[in-house]
C-alpha cells in the first residue's frame, strides 16, 4: 500500500486559500497552520470586542478545504454590508460564537469542520491571545500591530523593516507542533511576507521544529512586493528575510512565477509602487522552479471589505501541479 503523504502548509489569509483550493483535489494528508496575529478588518474587531483569537484566516482555510455545498461555502464567507455587522463576514462570527460558548478555538474548528466536511486540519499556530506582531524599521521607529504593519496610505514612505518579533511571546500549539514533526513535506507561503508567513515563524520553537522536521521545506514566492512591507524586494530579499527568523540551509524548494501579470493589471499596483518580485536567485543552496504560476483571473475586490488585497492570485491548479512534481519526482 502506498504511504499517502502528509503535505502542511504554513501561512494565512488568501496565500493558504489558494493552496490548499488546489492541494485538495489530490490525495494528501493536509493540514493547513495558520497565522494567529491579525489585528485588522473583521478579525481585529472581534478579537478586540470579544476577546477571542482572531478567526479569518482560520475561516478561509476551512473554506478552502471544504468538500461542502457552494451555498454553505458562500455563507462562511458572506460579507455583511450594512447595519452594525458591516465589513464582518458569517463564518467569523460563526467561529467567534463557538469560540466564546466553548471556550476554545480547537473546538470551534472542530465543529465547523464537520459542518464543512473539510479535507484534511485547520490548526493555528498558537492560542496566545495577547500577542502582537511588531516590527523596527531602519529609520528606528517601531510598528505594533498586525493590521497597522500591513495598511500604508498610498505613497506614503516608509523604511525598512529590519525586525519582526511577536509581543509578548507567543507559544506554540501543540497540534501545530506535531504536525510539523510528522510531515513529509511543508509548504511555506504563498502571502504576505511580514504579516502571513513571518509571524508563524516567530512563534516559540517554530523554527527549530521545522529545522528538525525531516519534512522537504518548500517556499512558494509572492507574485508582487508589498508596499510598506517588501517595496523594492527582490525574490533574494524575500528569502533573506524569511531566513534572518527561520533559519539558514533550511528551504530545500523555492517555486517562482516566470509570467508577467498583464500591463492593465500592472497598472492597478503601480497605483502602490508595487511590481512583480523580481528573480534573482543564483547559486542557491536550494533548488529554484521557474514556471507559471499565475492565475489568469482579475480578483473582483469586496467592497465591505476594508482591506486592501490584491487583484491577482496564483493559480490553484498550476501551484498544486509543480507541488506534486516535487513530491512524486
Not at 104 to 125: A, F, H, T, Y
Not at 246 to 269: C, D, E, F
Request: with cysteine.
Amino acid at each position: 500500500m502506498t504511504k499517502i503523504p502528509k503535505v502542511v502548509t504554513i501561512g494565512g489569509g488568501t496565500g493558504s486559500y489558494v493552496t490548499l483550493m488546489g492541494l485538495k483535489k489530490y490525495d494528501f494528508k493536509l493540514t493547513a497552520i495558520v497565522t494567529m496575529t491579525d489585528t485588522g478588518g473583521s478579525s481585529g474587531k472581534l478579537r478586540d470586542e470579544l476577546g477571542v483569537l482572531p478567526p479569518g484566516d482560520v475561516r478561509q482555510c476551512l473554506v478552502a478545504l471544504s468538500e461542502s455545498s457552494k451555498l454553505l461555502r458562500d455563507m462562511f464567507n458572506y460579507r455583511f454590508e450594512e447595519g452594525a455587522l458591516k465589513g464582518h463576514s458569517f463564518g467569523n462570527i460563526f467561529l467567534s460564537t463557538l469560540e466564546k460558548n466553548t471556550g476554545s478555538m480547537k473546538k470551534s474548528i472542530s465543529e465547523i469542520g464537520k459542518i464543512l466536511r473539510i479535507k484534511g486540519s485547520v490548526v493555528p499556530i498558537t492560542f496566545t491571545k495577547n500577542t502582537n506582531l511588531c516590527v523596527d524599521l531602519s529609520d528606528g521607529k517601531t510598528i505594533v500591530g498586525e493590521t497597522h504593519i500591513d495598511v500604508v496610505e498610498k505613497m506614503q514612505h516608509r523604511a525598512r523593516i529590519v525586525r519582526a518579533y511577536l509581543k509578548p511571546e507567543a507559544q506554540l500549539n501543540n497540534d501545530a507542533k506535531l504536525a510539523i514533526e510528522k510531515a513529509d513535506f511543508i509548504v511555506i507561503g504563498p502571502g504576505d511576507l511580514y504579516t502571513s508567513i513571518i509571524p508563524n515563524i516567530l512563534v516559540k520553537d517554530v523554527p527549530n521544529v521545522i529545522k528538525s522536521s525531516k519534512a522537504k521545506k518548500i517556499f512558494v514566492m509572492n507574485l508582487m512586493t508589498k508596499f510598506g512591507q517588501t517595496t523594492n524586494y527582490s525574490a533574494r530579499d524575500h528569502i533573506d528575510a524569511l531566513e534572518k527568523t527561520l533559519g539558514k540551509g533550511i528551504l530545500n524548494y523555492v517555486l517562482i512565477n516566470s509570467k508577467l501579470p498583464r500591463r492593465t493589471t500592472l497598472a492597478w499596483y503601480e497605483e502602490y509602487g508595487e511590481e512583480p518580485v523580481a528573480d534573482d536567485l543564483t547559486k542557491t543552496d536550494f533548488k529554484v522552479i521557474r514556471k507559471s504560476l499565475i492565475r489568469d483571473v482579475i480578483i473582483k475586490a469586496d467592497e465591505n471589505d476594508a482591506l486592501r488585497r490584491g487583484i491577482i492570485r496564483h493559480d490553484p491548479e498550476k501551484l498544486a501541479k509543480e507541488i506534486i512534481r516535487i513530491i512524486y519526482g
